[in-house]
């Protein structure tokens, strides 16, 4: 088998579990066999089963809806009534991928008690197989009352853009000692229940002494290439997004080309050339 044949091959968790849902514990397996995977952000039914036809084994819908779906500056404002029924949508335009859903800010930060009923209403209303929450030490008890429930937690270290105004901006995190802090929240939340935890804007050697450290996948965002995962916001890889962080690889120019189509469209309803004899009815 040649290299290229190799690099590309799907491993046994991407494109490799067919005909049921992705779970927690096709994700254990895979860290166990030491085999990397793709997460992407999706928000809609039709782009989910792009995503979930091409194998892609986790989907999250991010609060980063709050800013690629309504346009708002921050992940703050978004609520879960918003991102209820992009969730929904989600998981009816899926069939195997493991659907992840975001607790938005202020639906979990209060209390345990605050952080289940926010949880089960995605769970119950929307379908999504598993949540997502920020922060280390201060969510323990909300991680451990979520996992004695039933659901299953994927915790999210480093960059936390729920709290960017505490941290002062979208910067790299855990330099120096705070990273010692950062692989001690890992492992407590890998006590507390949690399924996986996801490594935002951090150094790539502290990315990689937090994955040989966990038994539970790591999912790097800006992390580096020893994560066991990567995930990137579908608008950023595909070239949606105007100024891309520095983490961001664009595999297509999604702007570029609607931009060339639109005004194609444009040229041919006020030529007359749109719509042909082949797009009318007789
Ligand atoms: O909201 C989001 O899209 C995220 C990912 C960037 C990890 O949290």
């Known amino acids: 088998m040649s290299s290229s044949t190799s690099s590309t091959a799907p491993s046994a968790l991407y494109g490799g579990v067919s005909g049921r849902r992705v779970t927690v514990r096709d994700l254990a397996a895979a860290k166990e066999r030491g085999e990397r995977w793709p997460m992407v952000t999706a928000y809609d039914a039709m782009t989910a089963r792009v995503f979930d036809q091409a194998g ?39 069939s195997r991928a493991l659907v992840v859903a975001d607790l938005p800010f202020g639906s979990y930060q209060g209390s345990p008690q605050q952080a289940l009923e926010s949880a089960a209403r995605f769970m119950k209303e929307a379908g999504a197989h598993a949540v997502k929450l920020e922060g280390g030490r201060r969510v323990l ?15 999210h270290l480093g960059l936390t853009p729920q709290s960017v105004n505490v941290l002062g901006g979208y910067r790299v995190q855990g330099r120096g000692q705070s ?24 150094p790539a050697d502290l990315a990689q002494r937090v994955t040989t450290s966990l038994a539970i996948p790591t999912i790097g965002i800006g992390a580096g290439p020893s994560t066991d995962a990567q995930v990137l916001v579908w608008q950023d890889l595909m070239g949606l997004t105007p100024r891309p962080a520095k983490f961001v690889k664009q595999y297509a120019d999604l702007a570029g080309e609607m931009d060339r189509a639109v005004r194609e469209f444009a040229a041919d309803v006020t030529s007359g050339a749109f719509p042909a004899p082949e797009h009318s009815y007789s």
Not at 56 to 77: C, N
Not at 179 to 195: H, I, N, T, W
């Open 56 to 94: 892609i084994p986790v989907m999250l819908v991010g609060d980063s809806a709050a800013m690629v779906v309504y346009g708002y500056e921050s992940t703050l404002p978004v609520t879960v009534d918003d991102l209820l029924p992009l969730t929904a949508a989600v998981v009816r335009g899926s």
């Open 179 to 202: 990273g010692d802090e950062l692989m001690s929240d890992a492992k407590d939340l890998e006590r507390a229940g949690a399924f996986s935890v996801v490594l935002e804007c951090v």
């Open 141 to 155: 008890p909300q991680v451990e009352t979520l996992v004695s429930a039933g659901i299953p937690v994927m915790a």
